[in-house]
């Protein structure tokens, strides 16, 4: 990829790490909606564990995954830090009966009923927990794997990390939906995971204002074998390789 080129998107991020060879051997996608186009664009060959509980969106993510003929397996579940029972909500904004998103709750907690469209108890897996039940499903091997694991779940991302703690030492690339205000909180949690933060992609605005950003994570033992690290190729800097971005500046 040139560097004149490049730009804060997912794609050309997740194209940078398979440029350096980083190994992504199926993926773990949690939060799918109705797919998400930058996985399926980047990695068409391997296997997508896709974990929806929101039951209006899986026609649509069936649809979707076979049309463009991607290997892949709908869990009908969500995924968080135990394995347990929990009240999915599923809401629409401004009372619309179509659902706009969806939140876990408690069995016993009260429940808030504006724009609520419907509730079920569902069940809620660990990443660990369904990595075990279907690896068999992705991967020849039981043994030596890496798989990339993206979530976006508006809000409960430190439970499912929680509930990944057990299998992290084989996930080598975590991307991450992360609200500006909790930037820093993630990024750290990350890094104490073992992760490092490689690109900050895809930035959405409100207002005028930045709201959040798809931030892309490496293992950190995996940087230096895949120089990740584009300082690490060279003792010097080629200019001609650097690029400040899409601006034009007045003169």
């Excluded at 980047?42 to 929806?52: A, G, Q, R, Y």
């Excluded at 463009?68 to 009966?97: F, M, P, Q």
């Excluded at 230096?224 to 200019?239: E, G």
């Amino acid at each position: 990829m040139q560097s004149a080129q490049r730009l804060p998107s997912m794609i050309q991020g997740l194209e940078y790490l398979k440029g350096c060879n980083v190994p992504v051997d199926f993926i773990i996608d949690v939060g799918i909606l109705t797919c998400t186009y930058p996985l399926i664009h980047c990695f068409p060959d391997i296997k997508h564990i896709l974990v929806e509980p929101v039951r209006s969106f899986h026609t649509n993510i069936e649809s979707i995954y076979n049309s463009k003929n991607i290997d892949h397996l709908l869990l009908k579940c969500a995924a968080g830090k135990s394995n347990e029972k929990l009240v999915l909500c599923e809401y629409g904004k401004r009372g619309g009966t179509e659902v706009t998103h969806s939140r876990l709750f408690d069995i016993n907690s009260d429940i808030p009923n504006e724009d609520l469209i419907s509730k079920l108890i569902i069940d809620t897996k660990r990443v660990d927990t369904l990595l075990e039940l279907h690896k068999a499903e992705c991967c020849a091997s039981n043994d030596k794997y890496d798989f990339l694991l993206k979530i976006d779940v508006d809000g409960t991302e430190e439970d499912i990390l929680e509930g990944s703690r057990n299998c992290l030492a084989q996930c080598s690339v975590i991307v991450l939906e992360i609200p500006i205000v909790k930037l820093l909180g993630r990024v750290s949690l990350l890094d104490q995971l073992g992760y490092q933060i490689v690109d900050i992609v895809d930035p959405c605005y409100y207002k005028g204002c930045l709201s959040q950003v798809d931030c892309i994570f490496v293992r950190k033992d995996l940087m230096r074998v895949h120089q990740v690290d584009p300082w690490q190729r060279s003792s010097s800097i080629d200019f001609s390789a650097w690029y400040e971005g899409r601006y034009i500046y007045a003169t």
